[in-house]
Each structure stands twice: as structure tokens, then as C-alpha cells.
């Protein structure tokens, strides 16, 4: 570029006041190129932004997956301890026989009030007998167990004692569940956990 002379002329006199060139590049072909490929910051392309998203998505997928096993722990401990009472009771408990001869020998004492309230429903007479007949009066039981118990009867087409079965195994499970769900809300040591449950589970009325 050719420089350019300004003159400026004042009160007391004309002075000359010259303004050296100054050049100034072009941004044509490879440096227009360059100044494209340099990173412009403050902004992200849509591969920066996929993957930071990515990174972020990925812990709260293993957080969630941990959060899912933390809540499956105290279910499974339960399943497993109740599956352990259910072996012992069959393996040392029950009189000899076959397995299935073991099981359906767990039926004992009121479970044969229970059975006759599912395959009867209740009934009773006015005024009611003074002593136990189950074929005149068998109102003096709770009706959950029964219920449930024929739920599982009429459903899967299992007789009664089985459906009675399954019905306090089920029960035992959730009364587990709650006992380690419990253990886990007040922060109990796995060995405690242990402990009580072997002591529960050890009662005399835990199999009766």
C-alpha cells in the first residue's frame, strides 16, 4: 500500500504530520484455511457434545444398575434363608419318604382347619358348639391365609395341603425380606445379620 500524507495546518503555523504505513495481510488461500481449522473457543462441535454426554449418561447407568443389585440383596437373602429352613425341615424334620412325601408332611396341626376352610368356606351354627368340630364350626381363624391359599389353589389346580404350603413359604419369604430390608434401613453389620437370623431362624416356633 502507498502511504498516505495528511497535512494539518494550525494558528501558528502549517506543520506536516506523516502517517507511516501500515500493512495488513490479506486472509486469502491457505492462511483464510488456517484461520478456519483454528479451534474457536467457547464453542463445542457435535462430537464434543456427544461424547460429553455419553460420559454423563454412563454413571447415572451404573448408578441406577447399583442402586437395582443394593435392592435385590435383602430379597435374595431372604429367598436363600427361607430356602434353607424349607431343606432342613425336609431333610431332618419331615418322617422318611420320598421328597414329595417329606413336603406334604409339613401339613400339620391347625393346617387342617386351614384346608377345611378353603375346600368349605366357614360356617358355623347359632348358638356355636362349645368344642373343637371343624365340620360344624371353623370360624376361629384369620382369613388371609386361607384366602391366598386359594388363590394359589384354584389357579395352578393344586390340592390344598401343596397350595397351604406354598402359601407360608411365600410368607416366610416376605417376613425375611423385612427383617433384612430392616437391617439394611439401621445400618447392620453383615455378621449381626447373620447372627439373627440364625437365631430367628433356630426358634422352635419359627417351624411349627
Known amino acids: ?5 495528511a497535512s494539518i495546518e494550525n494558528s501558528a503555523g502549517s506543520r506536516n504530520l506523516f502517517i507511516h504505513p ?6 486469502t488461500g491457505g492462511a483464510f484455511n488456517a484461520a478456519k481449522a483454528r479451534p474457536q473457543y467457547g464453542r463445542t462441535s457435535p462430537s464434543h457434545r456427544q461424547s460429553f454426554t455419553n460420559k454423563r ?6 448408578d441406577v444398575m447399583a442402586r437395582s443389585l443394593r ?6 437373602a431372604a429367598l436363600i434363608v427361607t430356602l434353607l429352613q424349607l431343606a432342613m425341615a425336609i431333610g431332618l424334620l419331615a418322617p422318611e419318604g420320598s ?5 406334604a408332611a409339613l401339613v400339620q396341626h391347625d393346617s387342617y382347619w ?3 376352610i378353603v375346600d368349605r368356606g366357614y360356617q358355623t351354627i347359632v348358638p356355636p358348639v362349645d368344642h373343637k368340630l371343624m365340620e360344624v364350626s371353623n370360624v376361629a381363624f384369620f382369613p388371609a391365609y386361607p384366602a391366598i391359599a386359594a388363590v394359589f389353589h384354584y389357579a395352578l389346580n393344586i390340592d390344598t395341603a401343596t397350595a397351604l404350603l406354598i402359601t407360608a413359604q411365600v410368607a416366610a419369604w416376605g417376613f425375611w425380606s423385612y427383617f433384612f430390608f430392616f437391617c439394611k434401613r439401621w445400618n447392620v453389620s453383615p455378621a449381626l445379620q447373620i447372627c439373627g437370623a ?3 431362624a ?4 419359627a417351624f411349627f
Open 99 to 103: 421328597i414329595s412325601q417329606r413336603y
Open 22 to 27: 501500515v500493512s495488513i495481510p490479506l486472509l
Open 202 to 205: 433356630a426358634h422352635p416356633a
Open 1 to 5: 500500500m502507498r502511504p498516505e500524507i
Open 198 to 200: 440364625v437365631l430367628i
Open 114 to 116: 386351614f384346608m377345611n
Open 71 to 76: 435392592l435385590l440383596q435383602p430379597l435374595l
Open 57 to 62: 449418561a454412563a454413571p447415572s447407568d451404573y
